[in-house]
Nanobody, 126 residues
Framework: QAQLRESGGGFVQSGGSLRLSCAASERTFSGYLMAWFRQVPGEEREFVAAISQSGSRLYFADSVKGRFTLSRDHAEKTMYLQMNSLKPEDTAVYYC???????????????????WGQGTQVTVSS
């Protein structure tokens, strides 16, 4: 059974940092593409970043480039999103997602993903 669990969200002041974790079951972690999305109430889910299984392919939304980094720890079966220089507009619920099969797409479309976590709230104060 697919299983994803996010953690690491919280409250931080503008300019601060947080590291989000997405722990996966062994089967789920073997999926080809893992990604983070975020969502604010009343808005569509927004792509943040994606990483391939080997880590050789990395994609970031323009809004987070240079501030966020993404990694995948195979031993821990966990994906990490390091968020630095946080801004109030980064406030959202952050979701991790997994796509099982190979794709050449960059993971920016939530419809490309098979499994989702429950989300973790990130709040950045000004």
């Amino acid at each position: 059974q697919a299983q994803l669990r996010e953690s690491g969200g919280g409250f931080v002041q503008s300019g601060g940092s947080l590291r989000l974790s997405c722990a996966a079951s062994e089967r789920t972690f073997s999926g080809y593409l893992m990604a983070w999305f975020r969502q604010v109430p009343g808005e569509e889910r927004e792509f943040v970043a994606a990483i391939s299984q080997s880590g050789s392919r990395l994609y970031f939304a323009d809004s987070v480039k240079g501030r966020f980094t993404l990694s995948r720890d195979h031993a821990e079966k966990t994906m990490y999103l390091q968020m630095n220089s946080l801004k109030p507009e980064d406030t959202a619920v952050y979701y991790c997602a997994v796509r099982e099969t190979f794709t050449l797409r960059n993971g920016s479309d939530p419809r490309d993903f098979d499994y989702w976590g429950q989300g973790t709230q990130v709040t950045v104060s000004s």
